[in-house]
């Protein structure tokens, strides 16, 4: 006889508060079915806890389709908090389907005395501000964004990512493939190695990648600090936890 569960959790995935919250749902709710879903971006992904499945959906029709398709309960937008695309098409398609859908998403970061932050609203923007700055900068927004910085011809960039990136890229650039967390002593010596005038980042929060900001404020450099899309238009927490009585109040959880 095939076991059927009380309650089928979509996890948007890409994130390490997305593997966290598979893994407590999993041991927590062991009749639940849980299915974490990953872009495919990274070559080689940490893998959840629980079901895992790859790839795009096909926009927000493919979504509406795969959330009757799988009989899903509940989405959990656990995206990181750029993957703009990826949340609006889930808000998308929770309303056409009414599947009820959480957005769990960590704080953006807060300037500390001491940080010479200047805030923008986009990448096109964060490169236009570097333009006038120091001439070597550390780009730690993600390897799909660099085309941004393509133009910028007098400087020279660190770029730090998990992948090797691909091109548009600056043409002066050296690659450090690495993932985090990262520690602050190893992100001073990193500065300091590579000789930084600034540090361009985007507002992604949380502790994971936070120690690059320790590291400036204690070297006195500029950060460039992309400000995030604003947030989907759903119900929204911050603590992985608080998933949990969110599922619970939901009226197709029995349990
Ligand atoms: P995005 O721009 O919002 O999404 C682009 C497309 O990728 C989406 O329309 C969707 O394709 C697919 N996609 C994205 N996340 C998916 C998921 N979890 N499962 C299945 N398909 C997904 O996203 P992104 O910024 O490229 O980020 C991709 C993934 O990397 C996300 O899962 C995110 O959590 C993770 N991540 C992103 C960043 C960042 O800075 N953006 C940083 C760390 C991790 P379809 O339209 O075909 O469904």
């Keep these: 006889m095939v076991a059927v569960a ?36 990274v070559a080689d992904p940490a893998l959840p806890e629980g079901e895992v499945r790859i790839g795009g ?28 695309t990826m949340s609006a098409s889930a808000v998308s398609a929770c309303a056409e389907t009414g ?3 959480l957005v769990v998403r960590r704080p953006g970061w ?11 609203p986009s990448l096109a923007a964060a490169a236009e501000t570097v333009a006038g700055m120091g001439e070597r900068v550390f780009l730690t927004t993600g390897r ?17 990512s998990v992948d090797h990136p691909e091109p548009p890229l600056p043409r002066r650039l050296t690659v ?6 990262f520690t602050v002593d190893g992100e001073l010596a990193l500065l300091r190695r590579y000789g930084i005038d600034v540090l361009v ?14 590291a400036a404020r ?11 899309p604003s947030a989907p238009p759903s119900d929204q927490v911050t603590r992985i936890e608080d998933a949990l009585p969110w599922l619970a109040a939901h009226p197709s959880s029995s349990i």
């Design 6 to 41: 009380d309650l089928t959790v979509l996890l948007l995935g890409g994130t390490g508060e997305a593997r966290r919250l598979a893994a407590l749902l999993v041991r927590d709710r062991p009749r639940w079915r849980v299915v974490t879903s990953l872009a495919g971006r």
């Design 57 to 84: 959906f096909g926009g927000p029709a493919g979504l509406v389709d795969w959330l009757r398709r799988e009989r899903v309960d509940a989405v959990l937008d656990v995206t990181h908090p750029f993957a703009a």
């Design 99 to 101: 599947v009820p859908l």
């Design 110 to 120: 807060t300037a500390q005395p001491g940080d010479a932050w200047r805030r923008v």
């Design 144 to 160: 799909q964004s660099l085309a941004a910085f393509a133009d910028l011809d007098r400087h020279w960039f660190l770029v730090r």
């Design 176 to 181: 450090v493939l690495d993932r985090g967390p």
């Design 201 to 214: 980042t985007k507002d992604s929060g949380g502790t994971m990648t936070a120690a690059k900001l320790d």
């Design 218 to 228: 204690r070297l006195g450099l500029p950060v460039v600090m992309v400000d995030r």
